[in-house]
Structures are given as C-alpha cells and as structure tokens.
C-alpha cells in the first residue's frame, strides 16, 4: 500500500486534502493546487486521509468515491462524524457522473463535485470559490459580533482542538476565564449602551495585553476566555499577573465614569483530565471563587 504523503507548499490560500489511489491522477490535482499556492496535503486511501483530516485539519477535502479500502461515500460519512467538521467543504472526485451518485454525495454533504476527465481550469475555480466562500462563513460563523473576537463557537472548537492535542504529543495549555463584576448593576445604572461599551472595552484590553499566540473569546454575555497555547502553570500565572495589572480595574466614559472590574479562573492542562469540560470547570470554579471572596470583602468593608 503507498504510504500517504504530506507537502507543505507554504503559506497560501488555504489547505486541501486529495484522497486519491491513484498516483498519476493524484500528482497531476497536487501540481495544478501548488501552482496556485494551496498547501497540499495526500492520501491514497480513506484510512489514511481520516488520518490526516484529524491531524492535519484542512480547509478543503478533494476525495475520490473510488478507494481501495473505503468508498468516498463511506469516508464522507466517518467525515462528518468528527466533530466540529460541518464547516469544512469536501469536493467529489468522480469518473461518475450519474444522478444516483450525486444526491447520494450530496446527501452525505458533499458541496461539489469533480468529474474525471477534468478541465484544469474549472478545477481550480471551483476550489478557489469554495475555499473563498468558507473562509467568509468560517469568520460570519465563528467572530463575535459586538466585540469582534472570537464567539462561542468557536471557543468550543478551539478548546476541544487544544485538549486533543495536549493529550496527543504531551504538551501543555492553559485556559484562563474572565468576568465583568456587577454587570447587571452596570446595565441598570447606566444602560445597555454603557454595558455594551464595558464588553467591548474588556474585549479589547484582553486582546491587547495578552500575547499574540494567545485566542480571545467572549463566550457568553460578559464572558470571556483565553486559551493560552504551549504555557504551563507557571508561565499562564505570569500573564493573569499582567493581564490584572492592565485590565483588573478600568474606567470607561458613558454619561459618567463607570468603574469596570474583572474576575478571574485560570486552570492548567493535566494528562488525568479525560475531557475539556473537566478543564473548563476547574478554571470556571477559581473564577467563581474570586468573585465570592470580593463579595465578602466588600460585605466587611474592604
């Protein structure tokens, strides 16, 4: 069996996945996709282009129905059962090119299909267009309207992607979670437009003073995340340091001053963890307990 072969061609318009038994035809799609700047990553079966979908997470798969192991439609199917892959386009490779097969892809989600003998240039637009047209969704779908971070969504997504990973190659990450206090007090006093400018501004200082590695969420009304990449305990601990310096305690200018304030959770990666929701928890627990202690302090005159 030929073993799969992964080229990185480089930063470009995105990444393609061909899932292709054969080599003529598969070299043939790999050089027209890197003429355009696509990275391409290969694969000349349905296990082994499962395999990289997982590992490698392309923009765009290009998958021949005919496989020796698995037909197209079988691995389209094991596909869409990973999670988080609704958004990546899968592109039939067919030489054919019946009704019958095409609402069958099409039931599967596929969003295109090729037909063999091709015409190089309809190839190439119709992966151009469709790696487009996600990308445009991709950011619709995953972007936070009012602050312009990322959104629930994706913070899922993210969250399961770095836990999975750790896990994997035995890495580290952190997740830090962060909280506007009083926020209905905020709105009460002062309105929704002032609340509005709070979350916003909150969005902004944790953009700006965390590092650039670091993915900023708002993950629910005054809510925010930081999944903090390839930091240990004590590296997360040295940013929530600075990230309480600068974003701790800050005012804004609604009709008045308004005193902004920020509680925090943060929890680390540990290999006994089974799943992400355990993580979330530990880091939602330390946030919820800082916010208690400040209530109480606050009850005694501190």
């Known amino acids: ?21 054969d ?3 598969r070299a043939i799609l790999k050089a027209l996709l890197q003429e355009k700047n696509f990275t391409v990553l290969e694969a000349a079966t349905g296990k ?6 997982q590992q490698e997470k392309p923009d765009l798969v290009i998958l021949d129905i005919g496989l020796p192991d698995l037909d197209g439609l079988e691995v389209c199917r094991r596909l869409r059962k990973i999670r988080h892959t609704w958004l990546t386009p899968i592109i039939f490779l067919t030489g054919r090119d019946t009704l019958t097969d095409k609402l069958a892809g099409l039931r599967e989600g596929v969003v295109d ?38 959104n629930y969504n994706s913070f899922q997504e993210q969250l399961h992607h770095h836990f999975q990973l750790a896990r994997r190659y035995g890495t580290k990450f952190s997740l830090l979670l962060a909280d506007i206090d009083g926020m209905k007090e905020i709105n009460d006093a002062h309105g929704h437009l002032c609340g509005d400018l709070a979350i916003r501004e909150t969005a902004r200082r944790l953009k700006k003073f965390s590092r650039r590695t670091d993915l900023v969420f708002r993950y629910g ?11 240990d ?3 997360a601990e040295k940013l929530l340091k600075r990230l309480r310096e600068k974003t701790d305690e ?4 609604c009709k008045r001053k308004v005193l902004v304030k920020l509680s925090f959770g943060l929890a680390t990666f540990t290999p006994e963890l089974r799943d992400e929701k355990v993580l979330f928890a530990r880091a939602d627990r330390k946030l919820y307990r800082e916010k208690r202690l400040k209530k109480h302090l606050a009850g005694h005159g501190h």
Not at 221 to 228: H, K, P
């Open 1 to 21: 069996m030929e073993k799969p072969i992964k080229k990185i061609s480089g930063s470009g318009p995105g990444r393609v996945l061909i899932v292709e038994d």
């Open 221 to 231: 009304g005054d809510e925010f995340a930081l999944i903090l990449p390839l930091t």
């Open 23 to 25: 080599p003529e035809g």
């Open 113 to 150: 299909y090729i037909t063999k003998p091709y015409q190089p240039q309809e190839l190439l637009q119709k992966v151009e267009n469709t790696v487009r047209m996600t990308a445009e969704y991709r950011k619709v779908s995953t972007t936070d309207g009012l602050t312009g971070v990322n």
């Open 233 to 235: 305990e004590a590296a």
């Open 250 to 253: 800050f005012k804004i200018s």
């Open 48 to 53: 082994e282009g499962l395999r990289l979908f």
